[in-house]
């Protein structure tokens, strides 16, 4: 493990995002980790990450040369993205990551794969308009009547839904079938699915408390 924190950990990718996006997950995460070209990001924001990990395939050398060398964790393989080898090395209890959306879908699509295959890290992927995360096995956060509320599976998965429009009960779920997006809390909502595969999309207005609720959720699924 290259990063070990009892506290949450804020992650910059090379993605597009605004300064707004990185202090708030600065405000939540008290260390920085930065993953590949994410270091670059962060210098230009002022900002010095407590570690960089990646393949480095996309950080120019003037950059690499300005690091501490006990801060830069190189993992050569080929076969995982930065953001892949980023959750694999870190311990947090959560983890709140910036710069994963945006410009290539495939990007996105591939951050969203890896949210599912390290079930076992609790991670925010923040964008401008949205926050998405793995739902634990059960889950109560207290959304505001109104909200949206998008369920995306990347698996075949079920569940049980108290708080949203429309239930989810007796619903199979899978990617290429009945999906959840656009729901809508009627007040707080209370989730629990059978799987790790269901993401939870909410407006970013709601990181905060998606972080605290996160944190304070003690059911979670195992490695």
Not at 17 to 22: P, Y
Not at 42 to 62: E, M, Q, R, T, Y
Request: proline share 7%.
């Amino acid at each position: 493990m290259i990063v070990y924190e009892l506290n949450p950990v804020a992650l910059v990718g090379a993605g597009p995002l605004n300064k707004i996006e990185l202090d708030r997950a600065l405000r939540i995460g008290s260390c920085l980790v930065a993953a590949d070209g994410g270091a670059e990001t962060a210098i230009n924001h002022d900002l010095v990450p407590d570690a960089v990990i990646g393949d480095f395939d996309s950080l120019p050398d003037k950059i690499l040369s300005s690091f501490p060398k006990d801060r830069l964790h190189r993992i050569e393989e080929q076969d995982s993205t930065d953001f892949d080898k980023c959750l694999r090395n870190i311990h947090s209890p959560l983890i709140v990551a910036v710069g994963f959306t945006g410009a290539r879908m495939d990007h996105q699509l591939a951050a969203l794969n890896t949210l599912v295959r390290h079930s076992d890290k609790r991670c925010i992927l923040l964008g401008p308009s949205d926050a998405v995360f793995l739902v634990p096995p059960s889950i109560e956060i207290d959304l505001p009547k109104g909200t949206t509320v998008s369920l995306f599976p990347m698996g075949a998965v079920e569940g049980h839904s108290e708080g949203l429009r429309w239930p989810i009960a007796g619903i199979c779920f899978t990617p290429d079938g009945r999906i959840g997006t656009s729901n809508e809390a009627t007040g707080p909502v209370s989730l629990s699915v059978t799987a790790p595969k269901m993401l939870m999309t909410v407006p970013a207005e709601f990181l905060e408390l998606t972080a605290e609720t996160l944190r304070g959720t003690k059911a979670r699924w195992s490695s």
